[in-house]
Protein backbone atom coordinates (compact mmCIF):
# COMPACT_ATOMS: atom_id res chain seq x y z
CA UNK A 1 0.00 0.00 0.00
CA UNK A 2 1.56 3.29 -0.88
CA UNK A 3 1.66 5.97 1.38
CA UNK A 4 -0.92 8.37 0.03
CA UNK A 5 -3.36 5.62 0.46
CA UNK A 6 -2.23 4.61 3.95
CA UNK A 7 -2.73 8.22 5.29
CA UNK A 8 -6.04 8.73 2.73
CA UNK A 9 -7.51 5.19 5.24
CA UNK A 10 -6.40 6.68 8.47
CA UNK A 11 -7.80 9.94 7.89
CA UNK A 12 -10.56 8.77 6.88
CA UNK A 13 -11.02 6.40 9.97
CA UNK A 14 -9.97 9.36 12.47
CA UNK A 15 -12.75 11.96 11.18
CA UNK A 16 -15.12 9.46 10.05
CA UNK A 17 -15.55 6.65 12.53
CA UNK A 18 -17.79 7.05 15.40
CA UNK A 19 -15.72 5.57 18.51
CA UNK A 20 -16.94 4.82 22.23
CA UNK A 21 -14.66 3.53 24.68
CA UNK A 22 -14.94 0.28 26.13
CA UNK A 23 -14.49 -1.15 29.97
CA UNK A 24 -10.47 -1.05 29.40
CA UNK A 25 -9.53 1.97 27.51
CA UNK A 26 -10.22 5.63 29.07
CA UNK A 27 -10.51 9.04 27.70
CA UNK A 28 -7.34 10.99 28.10
CA UNK A 29 -6.37 14.54 27.17
CA UNK A 30 -2.60 15.71 26.39
CA UNK A 31 -0.62 17.95 27.95
CA UNK A 32 2.92 17.64 26.35
CA UNK A 33 4.64 16.11 23.64
CA UNK A 34 8.30 15.03 24.75
CA UNK A 35 9.22 13.27 21.56
CA UNK A 36 9.81 9.92 19.88
CA UNK A 37 6.00 9.71 19.29
CA UNK A 38 5.32 10.03 23.00
CA UNK A 39 2.75 12.36 24.54
CA UNK A 40 2.39 13.16 28.23
CA UNK A 41 -1.94 12.81 29.00
CA UNK A 42 -3.75 13.24 32.22
CA UNK A 43 -6.65 11.70 32.69
CA UNK A 44 -10.34 12.89 34.12
CA UNK A 45 -8.96 11.87 38.10
CA UNK A 46 -5.98 13.29 37.41
CA UNK A 47 -3.14 10.61 36.79
CA UNK A 48 -0.62 11.50 34.60
CA UNK A 49 1.71 9.02 32.61
CA UNK A 50 3.34 8.69 28.75
CA UNK A 51 1.21 7.00 26.18
CA UNK A 52 2.76 5.76 22.44
CA UNK A 53 1.75 6.87 18.93
CA UNK A 54 1.12 3.35 16.82
CA UNK A 55 3.16 3.49 13.95
CA UNK A 56 -0.52 3.84 11.67
CA UNK A 57 -0.84 7.61 12.95
CA UNK A 58 3.02 8.74 12.91
CA UNK A 59 3.39 11.47 9.87
CA UNK A 60 -0.28 10.99 9.09
CA UNK A 61 -1.91 12.61 12.68
CA UNK A 62 -0.89 15.44 14.47
CA UNK A 63 -1.72 15.69 18.07
CA UNK A 64 -1.02 18.88 19.81
CA UNK A 65 -1.50 19.97 23.50
CA UNK A 66 -5.53 20.04 24.67
CA UNK A 67 -6.39 17.18 22.42
CA UNK A 68 -8.36 14.38 23.59
CA UNK A 69 -7.56 10.59 23.34
CA UNK A 70 -8.87 7.49 23.73
CA UNK A 71 -5.93 5.11 24.80
CA UNK A 72 -5.83 1.26 25.62
CA UNK A 73 -3.89 0.69 28.84
CA UNK A 74 -0.15 -1.63 28.28
CA UNK A 75 0.49 -3.72 31.35
CA UNK A 76 4.42 -3.93 31.12
CA UNK A 77 4.83 -0.29 30.62
CA UNK A 78 6.82 1.55 33.71
CA UNK A 79 6.90 4.49 31.83
CA UNK A 80 4.86 4.19 29.23
CA UNK A 81 0.93 2.96 30.28
CA UNK A 82 -0.77 2.94 27.40
CA UNK A 83 -1.54 2.97 23.44
CA UNK A 84 -3.62 5.82 21.74
CA UNK A 85 -6.14 3.68 19.86
CA UNK A 86 -8.50 6.61 18.74
CA UNK A 87 -7.60 10.43 18.32
CA UNK A 88 -11.03 12.38 19.25
CA UNK A 89 -12.01 15.67 17.13
CA UNK A 90 -14.47 18.34 18.37
CA UNK A 91 -17.56 16.30 16.77
CA UNK A 92 -16.39 13.40 19.05
CA UNK A 93 -16.48 15.10 22.12
CA UNK A 94 -19.88 16.32 21.34
CA UNK A 95 -21.62 12.99 20.31
CA UNK A 96 -19.62 11.46 23.89
CA UNK A 97 -20.72 14.36 25.76
CA UNK A 98 -24.28 14.04 24.69
CA UNK A 99 -24.56 10.05 24.89
CA UNK A 100 -23.03 10.92 28.69
CA UNK A 101 -19.78 8.72 28.27
CA UNK A 102 -17.55 12.23 28.73
CA UNK A 103 -15.96 12.49 32.32
CA UNK A 104 -17.48 15.24 34.37
CA UNK A 105 -13.56 16.77 34.48
CA UNK A 106 -13.37 17.55 31.15
CA UNK A 107 -16.15 19.04 30.36
CA UNK A 108 -15.17 22.28 31.17
CA UNK A 109 -12.02 21.67 29.78
CA UNK A 110 -13.53 21.30 26.96
CA UNK A 111 -15.95 24.36 26.46
CA UNK A 112 -13.07 26.43 27.00
CA UNK A 113 -11.08 25.03 24.09
CA UNK A 114 -14.22 25.73 21.99
CA UNK A 115 -14.99 28.99 23.54
CA UNK A 116 -11.30 29.84 23.14
CA UNK A 117 -11.20 28.89 19.50
CA UNK A 118 -14.48 31.15 18.88
CA UNK A 119 -12.57 34.24 20.63
CA UNK A 120 -9.88 33.41 17.98
CA UNK A 121 -12.13 34.60 15.34
CA UNK A 122 -12.72 38.46 15.96
CA UNK A 123 -16.14 39.80 14.60
CA UNK A 124 -15.47 43.10 12.75
CA UNK A 125 -17.02 45.67 14.27
CA UNK A 126 -19.90 47.21 12.45
CA UNK A 127 -19.18 50.54 10.77
CA UNK A 128 -21.41 52.98 10.36
CA UNK A 129 -23.14 54.24 6.60
CA UNK A 130 -22.18 57.29 5.48
CA UNK A 131 -22.10 58.94 2.30
CA UNK A 132 -19.02 61.12 0.98
CA UNK A 133 -15.52 61.02 0.82
CA UNK A 134 -14.45 62.36 4.16
CA UNK A 135 -15.60 58.40 5.60
CA UNK A 136 -13.78 56.57 3.18
CA UNK A 137 -10.72 58.65 4.12
CA UNK A 138 -11.53 58.25 8.25
CA UNK A 139 -12.09 54.53 7.33
CA UNK A 140 -8.11 54.13 6.36
CA UNK A 141 -6.91 54.97 10.06
CA UNK A 142 -8.25 51.97 11.13
CA UNK A 143 -7.28 49.69 8.83
CA UNK A 144 -4.57 47.14 9.67
CA UNK A 145 -1.43 48.48 10.51
CA UNK A 146 1.56 46.03 9.48
CA UNK A 147 3.98 46.28 12.03
CA UNK A 148 6.51 44.39 10.16
CA UNK A 149 7.07 47.63 7.85
CA UNK A 150 8.55 50.80 8.79
CA UNK A 151 5.90 53.43 9.87
CA UNK A 152 5.86 56.85 7.35
CA UNK A 153 3.68 59.45 8.45
CA UNK A 154 3.20 62.43 5.98
CA UNK A 155 2.06 65.64 8.03
CA UNK A 156 -0.36 67.88 6.14
CA UNK A 157 1.71 70.63 6.09
CA UNK A 158 4.53 68.62 3.83
CA UNK A 159 2.08 67.05 1.64
CA UNK A 160 0.71 70.87 0.72
CA UNK A 161 4.09 71.75 0.04
CA UNK A 162 4.81 68.79 -2.22
CA UNK A 163 1.84 69.92 -4.42
CA UNK A 164 2.31 73.73 -4.76
CA UNK A 165 6.18 72.76 -5.97
Known sequence: MSQATKRKHVVKEVLGEHMVPSDQQQIVRVLRTPGNNLHEVETAEGQRF??????????NIWIKRGDFLIVDPIEEGEKV???ISFVLCKDHVRSLQKEGLWPEAFSEVAE???NRNRQAQPELPAEPQSSGE?????GDADLFVNTNRRQCHESEEESEEEETA
Open 50 to 59: LVSMPSKYRK
Open 81 to 83: KAE
Open 112 to 114: KHN
Open 134 to 138: ESSSE
